[in-house]
Nanobody, 118 residues
């Protein structure tokens, strides 16, 4: 069993920054990959960024490359998403997620709202 809790969402002006956090607890040794998804009103859930737990390989959707950075603090079992140069198009509910090797995304946080105004 793995539990994920997001925090750090809020409302900012375009061009501003936010840092999202995701604290993992439970059987975290079973996790192969962790990442972030987002869902804007009226749209499907979209992959944003992820990393491989063991090796640290990172992946980003093209629309956030150069603006968002995914990172982790192993001692705290916490993953972060640093979001810079935010745009109104980034407005969405952001979800933390985790998966085992060769499996679907299995564990999900409750989501945190990010709103970017112009």
């Amino acid at each position: 069993q793995v539990q994920l809790v997001e925090s750090g969402g809020g409302s900012v002006q375009a061009g501003g920054s936010l840092r999202l956090s995701c604290a993992a607890s439970g059987r975290t040794l079973s996790i192969n990959r962790m990442g972030w998804f987002r869902q804007a009103p009226g749209k499907e859930r979209e992959f944003v960024a992820a990393f491989t737990w063991k090796y640290g390989d990172t992946y980003y959707v093209d629309s956030v490359k150069g603006r968002f950075t995914i990172s982790r603090d192993n001692a705290k079992n916490t993953m972060y998403l640093q979001m810079n140069s935010l745009k109104p198009e980034d407005t969405a509910v952001y979800y933390c997620a985790a998966k085992r090797s060769a499996s679907e995304w299995r564990y999900w946080g409750q989501g945190t709202q990010v709103t970017v105004s112009s």
